[in-house]
């Protein structure tokens, strides 16, 4: 039986189980709207809620970071499922970070994808205490930076680390690598001395980190604008 659609007025022949008087073109319309609606009121609610994850360098002007590095961060997206990363690597106060927090910032309002921002070296101290005092605490410092969908890690390789700390930050990546998720350093130091530095610890481990980051992360390279002449992604 024919029924009048009362959006457009057209004659259709219902055949939803829960018909609406609407037809179907119709009916997808008013669906496709009502998505679109809980969307916008999402973003929204993310808008408003972003000042209270207390992120640092909240002021950034994007105008002052380095134009042709920060430009490529900002447009990659964490891709669950395909396993990738980055590695922001140049001296400091070159904007690696304030870049990095910036692209988090891009990714939550767009997706409100969950995250994690950690700064390496807080974290390391805090995880070296945990084991001190018979590891309590250790499983609450590093399974979120192992399973969280989207991580930022800050300053990779700044300080010292012990075996301990350092079998933990071989897990995350080991973790995260073979599970798809998404991450991103910064480091001030270049590839040679980040080798160096984590060989100090474990020879071994270090080349299992390295392989790692080799296969599944790419290096932009921040440098000073007069030395601007490095290619904008090169493999680590």
């Not at 805090?126 to 609450?140: E, F, I, P, Q, T």
Request: proline share 5%; hydrophobic share 40%; aromatic share 10%.
């Amino acid at each position: 039986m024919e029924s009048q659609c009362l959006a457009c007025k057209r004659l259709y022949v219902e055949t939803s189980a829960f018909p609406n008087s609407l037809c179907d073109d119709c009916d997808r319309v008013r669906v496709e709207s009502a998505f679109a609606d809980i969307a916008a009121r999402e973003r929204a609610h993310r808008i408003k809620s972003w000042p209270r994850y207390g992120l640092p360098f909240a002021d950034t002007d994007r105008d002052r970071l380095p134009a042709s590095k920060s430009a490529f961060v900002l447009k990659w997206r964490p891709a669950p499922g395909q396993t990738s990363g980055l590695v922001l690597m140049g001296a400091s106060g070159l904007g690696k970070t304030r870049t990095a927090i910036e692209l988090i910032h891009d990714v939550f309002i767009e997706s409100g994808c969950a995250f994690e921002f950690c700064r390496m070296t807080e974290w390391r101290l805090r995880l070296d205490k945990a084991h001190r005092y018979g590891g309590k605490g250790v499983a609450d410092l590093v399974r979120p930076l192992c399973r969280t969908p989207f991580l930022v890690c800050d300053d990779l390789a700044h300080g010292k680390f012990t075996e301990n700390s350092f079998s933990s930050l071989f897990e995350i990546i080991d973790c995260r690598t073979s599970r798809g998720l998404p991450t991103v350093f910064t480091t001030q130091f270049s590839k040679d001395e980040i080798q160096k530095r984590l060989s100090a610890v474990n020879v071994e481990t270090t080349k299992a980190i390295f392989r790692r980051l080799e296969q599944f992360f790419r290096l932009v390279p921040f440098v000073k604008k007069e030395l601007e002449t490095v290619p904008d992604l090169v493999l680590l």
